[in-house]
């Protein structure tokens, strides 16, 4: 199983941005979700989590501009970001555990420039 996450780039302050991640090599359908986010010097935090597809939870940092969702026919999590800040600049990783299993997307670069 791989997930595949997709959608960084560069934006400037108060854009948006579209993360997507999505599981292959397997049938599972996707229920829950974590988005985190490494800026370099900093660990690794969780920025937004998914579970039972429909409870969500933000950090402090991003509530009210961040949102997590799941497509159950694309078994795909979106993170739509709006209002982006340069501190939210950070390298972002999506994370699913399956079976006491964990599995890190690659990661996706979000640069938001001031």
């Known amino acids: 199983v791989q997930l595949q996450a997709s959608g960084g780039g560069l934006v400037q302050t108060g854009g948006s941005l579209r993360l997507s991640c999505a599981p292959s090599?397997?049938?599972?359908?996707?229920?829950?979700m974590d988005w985190y986010r490494q800026a370099p010097g900093n660990q690794r935090e969780l920025v937004a989590r998914i579970s039972d597809s429909v409870n969500t939870e933000y950090a402090d940092s991003v509530k009210g501009r961040f949102t997590i969702s799941i497509d159950k026919v694309k078994n795909t999590v979106y993170l739509q970001m709006n209002s982006l800040k340069p501190e939210d600049t950070a390298a972002y990783y999506c994370?699913?555990?399956?079976?006491?299993?964990?599995?890190w997307g690659q990661g996706t670069l979000v640069t938001v420039s001031s």
């Open positions: 090599g397997t049938v599972f359908k996707v229920n829950d």
């Open positions: 994370y699913w555990k399956r079976l006491g299993v964990p599995y």
